[in-house]
């Protein structure tokens, strides 16, 4: 069975989003746990965004022949203030404290970045990548090594 870089990767930022959302919950109930589930997330993000900078982009922009302002660009500009928000909630979790607008301004942000790469960037990248590029970005992936806690 041969899989899409679409499918793949929604199907990784749903499962994200469930973690995220636990890891919400724990937060506003107070039980303690918020920081044990946001670091889970945190790592799976990283991982994620890992494998599209050092990964599926390169492969991309190098198939195009675009290196400046593509949408690749624009999305590892939003990485960037992804992980800015990680680093804040992280913070404030870490000091069991309770931050309710930083959580609603990372799934902001997440909402709008996931659209943008599942109903723009993955596609295109399903077409313009023969299903051996794609095969070799999923062995790729699997050859990364694992995030390092200290990555954000």
Not at 44 to 57: M, N, P, T
Not at 61 to 75: A, D, H, R, W, Y
Not at 98 to 110: G, H, Q, R
Request: charged share 30%; proline share 3%; with cysteine.
């Amino acid at each position: 069975m041969s899989m899409d870089i679409t499918k793949y990767f929604s199907a990784d930022h749903d499962r994200l989003d469930i973690i995220l959302e636990a890891s919400e919950k724990e937060m506003v109930a107070g039980n303690g746990k918020a920081l044990d589930y946001f670091t889970t997330f945190k790592n799976g993000l990283k991982k994620h965004i890992d494998w599209e900078e050092e990964i599926l982009f390169p492969l991309f922009e190098k198939k195009l022949n675009i290196f400046s302002m593509g949408p690749t660009q624009v999305m590892r500009l939003e990485h960037q203030k992804i992980i800015n928000i990680l680093t804040q909630i992280e913070m404030v979790l870490s000091q069991q404290q309770s931050d309710p607008d930083l959580f609603m301004a990372l799934k902001t942000l997440l909402q709008s970045h996931n659209i943008k790469e599942e109903s723009i960037l993955y596609p295109a990248i399903d077409e313009k990548l023969s299903k051996t590029e794609i095969a070799d970005i999923f062995s790729s992936m699997a050859e990364l090594p694992e995030v390092d806690d200290c990555g954000i």
